[in-house]
T-cell receptor, first 113, second 113 residues
């Protein structure tokens, strides 16, 4: 059984650019959540995907968007990057939408210059 | 909105000492609470998940308790080891928005050999 994987591990972009981050969920998991973790802070919920549909969204602007594919892997897209978008982006998968343990990937460290 | 607080923000103890990490949350209407460990620059590793109907969970040297009515959880680590050095995060899953976790900012633990 493979765990949650994310790519790339590190990324440097400039303000105004667009970025796509990828996540492969743990085998058998149909739910993927994305979190943003700024330095020294706890993770903040961006959104969740369940069976290819968005299933809840945190307080993030529309320039943060996502996709989930039939194999339950997922992408996070961020348009018009801002300096404050610099953070560790974490993906977590779980067996279902509710009540289950979330398993986190190693994260993608994004730096916006 | 659910708010999660962790005290202390940082803790340094000698090897072998027993210790307690604290987590408090403002809204007691939760599905569950989960404790995570995060090593520097890495993703989160799930330690213990406590459902709202449970009072505690144990795994090895770790014991987590939940007092929903008072909005508190503690993580007890017995016989601490240098390898326990990490940041410990607690996260609650509210009943009304069951698809996301609200995280505290964590307690940074250093165990001195």
């Amino acid at each position: 059984e493979t765990g949650v994987t994310q790519s790339p591990t590190h990324l440097i972009k400039t303000r105004g650019q667009q970025v796509t981050l990828r996540c492969s969920s743990q085998s058998g998991h149909n739910t993927v959540s994305w979190y943003q973790q700024a330095l020294g802070q706890g993770p903040q919920f961006i959104f969740q995907y369940y069976r290819e549909e968005e299933n809840g969204r945190g307080n993030f602007p529309p320039r943060f968007s996502g996709l989930q594919f039939p194999n339950y892997s997922s992408e996070l897209n961020v348009n018009a990057l801002e300096l404050d978008d610099s953070a560790l982006y974490l993906c977590a998968s779980s067996l279902s939408r509710d009540k289950e343990t979330q398993y986190f990937g190693p994260g993608t460290r994004l730096l916006v210059l | 909105k659910q708010e999660v607080t962790q005290i202390p923000a940082a803790l340094s103890v000698p090897e072998g000492e027993n210790l307690v990490l604290n987590c408090s949350f403002t809204d007691s209407a939760i599905y569950n609470l989960q404790w995570f460990r995060q090593d520097p620059g890495k993703g989160l590793t799930s330690l213990l998940l406590i459902q709202s109907s449970q009072r505690e969970q144990t795994s090895g040297r770790l014991n987590a308790s939940l007092d929903k009515s008072s909005g508190r959880s503690t993580l007890y680590i017995a016989a601490s080891q240098p390898g326990d050095s990490a940041t410990y995060l607690c996260a609650v899953r509210p009943r009304d928005t069951g698809n996301q976790f609200y995280f505290g900012t964590g307690t940074s633990l250093t165990v001195i050999p």
